[in-house]
Nanobody, 123 residues
Framework: VQLQASGGGLVQTGGSLRLSCAASGVTFSNYGLGWFRQAPGKEREFVSTISNRGGSVSYTNSVKGRFTISRDNAKNTMYLQMNSLKPEDTAVYLC?????????????????WGQGTLVTVSS
């Protein structure tokens, strides 16, 4: 199973980025998916999760109203649209897959992890 995150980069405060997570070697629609992030010197934290069919999503409070998670099971790809970015959003963003079909906010529930993509928001 491979998860490949992409789309990170350098953006100014208030800008937008769209992250993608492409999966291979897995029946994509069987898995709940999630985005996590890890800032320098900090622990990894939950950002957002989506159920296997996309009907249920949740977000950590700090990104609600700014980030939107989605998935395209036909393309084996998950997305994270990030708007109104803030310097505190700077982190490596990682995608992950879980057999909890409804998705999960708990890292220990995830079976597979991608390598991460760096998002840097300048002030």
């Amino acid at each position: 199973v491979q998860l490949q995150a992409s789309g990170g980069g350098l953006v100014q405060t208030g800008g937008s980025l769209r992250l993608s997570c492409a999966a291979s070697g897995v029946t994509f629609s069987n898995y709940g998916l999630g985005w996590f992030r890890q800032a320098p010197g900090k622990e990894r934290e939950f950002v957002s999760t989506i159920s296997n069919r996309g009907g249920s999503v949740s977000y950590t409070n700090s990104v609600k109203g700014r980030f939107t998670i989605s998935r395209d099971n036909a393309k084996n790809t998950m997305y994270l649209q990030m708007n109104s970015l803030k310097p505190e959003d700077t982190a490596v963003y990682l995608c992950a897959a879980t057999l909890f079909s409804g998705g999960s906010s708990y890292m220990l529930h995830y079976d597979y992890w991608g390598q991460g993509t760096l998002v840097t928001v300048s002030s």
